[in-house]
C-alpha cells in the first residue's frame, strides 16, 4: 500500500506497482479543467487519481486484468475523486469511446524478452497485451484534433514509439528525460505528442544529487502536493 496525501493506492493484486516515474509522470502532466482524459491500462489507478487531485476532470480509466481492475476500482472509489474517474474493464481496441483532450499510458515495452513466471507481470510489463503499434494506431484513432497523448517509455522504446507515431502525422511538442541522478543516463523518457507542428521543448529530470539519496530539489517541488514525506 502506498499512502498519498489525498489518497491511497492498495496494490496487492496489480503486476505493476507503484514506481516513482509513474508518480513523476502524472505529476508532471499538465491537464485544464473538464478535459476528457483517457487512462490506457490504469494499473491501480494512481495516474487517474494523480490527475484527478489536480482539477476536475472526466476520466475513463481501462485495464485488461481483472484483479488489476478491481483493485483501481477500489482504490478510486476509496478516494475524493470518485465521481470525477469511471473504470472499465476492457482491451483498448474494444473500448469504443472517442474524442478525448488527453490520453496517457505507461504501456509495457518489453518485447521478445524473457518473462516473468508472475502472468500478471507478463501483461503489465510486456507486450503481449498491448503492442506499441496498436497503441500508436488506437491514439490515433481516440484522440479529439487538438489532442495531447502523454506516454512513458524507456528510451529504446520511445525511439521506436516515435517512428510509430510520425506517420499517423504527430509530432512530439515535449519531451522529459528522467535520470535517477545527474551522472545517470536516463532510464525513461515522458514525450507530449500533438499533431500541431512543432519543435520539441527537451528537458530533463533528475531524481536524486550525486549522492543518489538526497532528492533533488526539482522532486521536492513536483512531488510536495503528492508525497507526505514532503
Known sequence: MFTFKQFVVKQDKCGMKVCIDSCIFGASTMVLPNQKVLDIGTGTGLLSLLLAQKAKLHIDAIEID??????ASQNINESPFTENIKTHHSTLAAFEETDYDLIICNPPFYSGQLSSPDPQRNRAMHQESLKLEDLALEI????NKNGLAHILLPP???????TLMKPLGFSTSREIHIKHNPV?????????FSREKSIAQVSEFIIRETDNVTYTEEFQTLMKDYYIIF
Open 184 to 192: 545517470k543516463s536516463p532510464f525513461r523518457e515522458m514525450v507530449v
Open 156 to 162: 529504446t522504446e520511445m525511439a521506436h514509439f516515435k
Open 140 to 143: 490515433n484513432q481516440k484522440l
Open 66 to 71: 481483472k484483479e488489476a481492475f478491481l483493485q
